[in-house]
Structures are given as structure tokens and as C-alpha cells.
Nanobody, 126 residues
């Protein structure tokens, strides 16, 4: 089972940028589809972005399209989420997730993933 550790969260002003990282260990990283989810207080965990085993398969929630970019580095066993033009409504705990898959496409449902990181707080001030 893969283990995931997120980093890179913090406090940023509206319009600013952050890059989240998720380091994986314990299994063959390239076999996993990876995703980013977020959960704001009082709300359900929601999909933000996913990347499949194929680097070209990526997906985004409508709320972050054009502002966030997901990428992965299999040699470093790390997935990234570059977040630009941040808004106060992006404030949440961001979670990295992994799913061992045979296919190459990204996954967008919480139930698709079976390994989760501990989360990293992102706070965007207005």
C-alpha cells in the first residue's frame, strides 16, 4: 500500500499562488492514478484534479480549470498541484489520493481512491 505525504500548503493572499506536493512511498508510484481533493469546513470532500498513469490524462473541477495544473514526476514519486490566481473560496484542507489501476485515465470520484494523505491546509485571504 502506498503512503502519501502532502506539503506546500499555507496562507496566501487572493490572487497569489501555491504549489502543493505529494510524496509517495511504499509501492511502485507509476502504477497509481493520483488525485487532489479538498474539504472546506462544513462541506463534503470534493474532487479538485486528477492525473492518470498516462501523463496526458488529466482532469479538473470546473471551479479550478484554467487556474490549477496537476503534474507528476514518476522518478521522484511525487505529484504536484500548481495553484494560481487563488481565491478565498479555494480555502480548504487539500488531500492527495492514490488508486492502483490498470488503466491510464484519471479518476474523479472519492470512492475510486484507496490511499489518502493527511492533508495540508490552504488558506486564501481576501
Amino acid at each position: 500500500q502506498v503512503q502519501l505525504v502532502e506539503s506546500g500548503g499555507g496562507l496566501v493572499q487572493s490572487g497569489g499562488s501555491l504549489r502543493l506536493s505529494c510524496a509517495a512511498s511504499g509501492d511502485t508510484f507509476s502504477r497509481y492514478a493520483m488525485g487532489w481533493f479538498r474539504q472546506a469546513p462544513g462541506k463534503e470532500r470534493e474532487f479538485v484534479s486528477g492525473i492518470g498513469r498516462s501523463f496526458s490524462s488529466t482532469g479538473y473541477a470546473d471551479s479550478v480549470k484554467g487556474r490549477f495544473t496537476i503534474s507528476r514526476d514518476n522518478a521522484k514519486e511525487t505529484v504536484y498541484l500548481q495553484m494560481n490566481s487563488l481565491k478565498p473560496e479555494d480555502t480548504a484542507v487539500y488531500y492527495c489520493a492514490a488508486s492502483w489501476v490498470l488503466g491510464i485515465d484519471y479518476l474523479a470520484r472519492t470512492s475510486d481512491y484507496n490511499a489518502w494523505g493527511q492533508g495540508t491546509q490552504v488558506t486564501v485571504s481576501s
